[in-house]
């Protein structure tokens, strides 16, 4: 077992996710490169200048740091970064994990075996009892049901596990609550599941959140199950992390008639599990449960340099040149460089932190206007 983090090292690692430009894969590049987030946060302004910052970037202080704590804890949770020993070895182990988290309720069951839920938001009335059907099965095999409190199949699911034990992913903060219908269940399941987020107190969920909670969906759960859901869909966004994250993904099969059912039959179509009860989930993960995803170890950041070692000149520039307004896997970056990968990474980080680059699904990179 690792060793607790220090209270300095703990504070500079919210600072360092609540700082600019600092998403989870630059958070974990900079933990990646320095060790520890003292150092990485001290470091901030000279790799945004590095990377052609037209300003000193905003680094988020100390004291912002210890007020989200204590909001946090004034409204029931708790917050813990990575490398908290209460943190999620699901989530510890995603790539990247994400920074930092807020939980209100029992994190204990975010351990053990999970399986997620996911479904259509205006679910017909047969998705909405097969989901929750499924949920209660789940949950009398010991089974916690994870879902994203949205409205149709996600609430059937939490409704009918809220006893055995669920799950809800926010796309917002823990004092938010979104659908307002659900305020009544949302605070059900704080007292007697548990409600995760990535999001800081007060922030309203936003059209660009829900990807980032579709993917701790997928990344707290063995298996996701699909129940009604349209070609183009969260749902959708959802089994795709977990295939990405080596999760077991399973379909329930709906009318070709019914749009609500379009996405899960083409899950079907290309290779999904066709389920229709709990007993067809748990018979598919029983050899044994969770048998094509095995944990891997946290991450563990052992204490370096806290000096970032400048790119050559001559490097940098075909590292830029090798860049564009299209999305470009980091790989090609590499190649048509020529340069070593710490040297791309360190040079696409300091782009970053500069406001300069996009980071896009699949480990690929862009240019923003203007840079």
Known sequence: MSSPLAPAERLARLCLARSENVGPVTFRDLLDHFGNAVAALDALPDLAARGGAKRRMKVAPAADAEAEIATTRKIGGELLVLGDDAFPARLATLDPPPPVISVAGDIALASGKLVAIVGSRNASAAGRRIAGEMAEALGAEGITVVSGLARGIDTAAHRASLRTGTVAILAGGLDIVYPEENRELQNAIAAEGALVTEMPPGTSPQARHFPRRNRLISGLSLAVVVVEAALRSGSLI??????????????????????????????????????????????????????????????????????????????????????????????????????????????????????????????????????
């Open 238 to 371: 959802t089994a795709r992390f977990a295939l990405e994250q080596g999760r077991d993904v399973f379909a329930v099969p709906g009318s070709p008639l019914d749009p609500r059912a379009q996405g899960a039959n083409k899950l079907i179509k290309d290779g999904a599990p066709l389920v229709e009860n709990a007993a067809d989930v748990i018979a598919a993960l029983s050899e044994p449960f969770g048998h094509r995803f095995h944990e891997p170890e946290p991450p563990s950041y052992a204490p370096r340099s806290a000096v970032a070692p400048e790119t050559g000149a001559t490097v940098r520039k075909r590292i830029l040149a090798a860049l564009g307004p299209t999305p470009t896997p980091v790989d090609d970056i590499v190649r048509q460089s020529g340069a070593a990968v710490p040297e791309v990474r360190a040079v696409l980080l300091e782009l970053e932190l500069a406001g300069r680059l996009h980071r896009d699904p699949g480990d690929r990179v862009s240019l923003l206007p203007g840079s």
